[in-house]
């Protein structure tokens, strides 16, 4: 089964086909221009030079966010105007859930995976996974803080820190009862794709098609 993910949650763009659990393509972009201007060339690009159409897709895998509002709504609107278009079903996954997943041999008894995103202006999107089961469902949401707040929101030992805002917090946090990812926690739609298809064996079905807002978006007056 081929599988197309998608990730426009960032400043960067993340787009990855997968045949069964296998990565065949994979591109991530730091776009000049908009995300919404590129997104749909370059699915277009992979499907030509893999010889395949939109219906010969099996599933499309995406994140719903937390992370920028635009990028959030443009990769959601795609996924599902693609759903829309070919009845394919579609995965979407929280980004806190895929980092996690992305180290979930890290699970052991008694320790627990706390993954950190930076929000910018001082904030911090978070979640804590505990199980396998949890990361693997939509029922451990991310949430928003400070980083002079997310101490009270850590788990209290022996957990494993990783996401997108670990160098912003580690300073913050009591040192000793954690161990840091040393790897570079930004979205992968590889990593999407592999989560998707893991999902999809279970016979998990996205719902719920809304995104993962937790903030308002920050709307500044025209200069005069």
């Known amino acids: ?16 086909l997968n045949k069964n659990d296998k990565t065949i393509y994979e591109v991530t972009i730091a776009p000049n221009s908009s995300q ?3 997104l749909i060339p370059e699915i277009e690009k992979i499907l030509t030079k893999h010889k395949i159409s939109y219906q010969d897709l099996s599933l499309i895998a995406a994140t719903n966010g937390p992370g920028s509002f635009t990028g959030s709504r443009i990769g959601l609107t795609t996924a599902r105007t693609i759903r829309l278009a070919t009845n394919i079903p579609l995965i979407l996954l929280n980004c ?3 980092i996690a997943f992305k180290h979930q041999e890290q699970l052991q008894p008694n320790k627990t995976i706390f993954v950190t995103l930076d929000a910018r202006a001082n904030e911090i999107f978070y979640a804590t996974y505990k199980s396998f089961e949890e990361i ?6 991310p949430k928003i803080t400070t980083i002079q707040n997310i101490q009270d929101f850590a788990p209290k030992e ?4 990783c996401g997108s805002a670990t160098s912003l917090i580690s ?3 009591k040192p000793g009862n954690f161990q840091v990812s040393q790897e570079n926690d930004v979205i992968e739609a590889k990593t999407l794709a592999n989560m998707a298809f893991e999902m999809h064996k279970q016979n998990y ?7 993962i807002y937790l903030r308002s978006p920050r ?4 200069k005069k």
């Open 1 to 16: 089964m081929y599988i197309l993910a998608l990730d426009t949650t960032s400043n960067s763009l993340s787009v990855a």
């Open 36 to 38: 919404s201007e590129i």
């Open 96 to 98: 806190c859930q895929v």
């Open 136 to 141: 693997n469902q939509t029922t451990i949401l």
């Open 158 to 161: 022996d957990f494993f820190l």
């Open 171 to 173: 300073p913050v946090l």
């Open 205 to 211: 079905q996205t719902t719920n098609l809304d995104p």
């Open 219 to 222: 709307i500044t007056q025209r």
